[in-house]
């Protein structure tokens, strides 16, 4: 079982930033492949970004390229997910997912959610 607790979402001006962290607890996170998605309001959850679990691949929604960064830290179990030039349709929960192998941005794959965090955006 892996469970993770995401943080560091909350209130931002459009232009502004925002770093989200998601925790896992598992003695194997270097395992997993870890993505964001993200759901609006009357949306359907969306793929935001992944990163394998070797930190060496990243993919990123046309949405969110040249704005979000997706990192991990294996020492620390922890994924992030900067958010950079925020914009109103940014606003939503997001939410973190780990799954075994290679990133995707298909919600389906992932095994492991957590309860997700809000980041909300106002003009």
């Known amino acids: 079982q892996v469970q993770l607790v995401e943080s560091g979402g909350g209130l931002v001006q459009a232009g502004g930033s925002l770093r989200l962290s998601c925790a896992a607890s598992t003695r194997t996170f270097s395992s997993y492949s870890m993505g964001w998605f993200r759901q609006a309001p009357g949306k359907q959850r969306e793929f935001v970004a992944a990163i394998r679990w070797s930190g060496d691949s990243t993919y990123y929604a046309d949405s969110v390229k040249g704005r979000f960064d997706i990192s991990r830290d294996n020492a620390k179990n922890t994924v992030y997910l900067q958010m950079n030039s925020l914009k109103l349709e940014d606003t939503a929960v997001y939410y973190c997912?780990?799954?075994?192998?290679?990133?995707?941005?298909?919600?389906?794959?992932?095994?492991?959610w957590g309860q997700g965090t809000q980041v909300t955006v106002s003009s």
């Open positions: 997912a780990a799954k075994r192998g290679e990133g995707s941005s298909f919600s389906g794959v992932y095994g492991y």
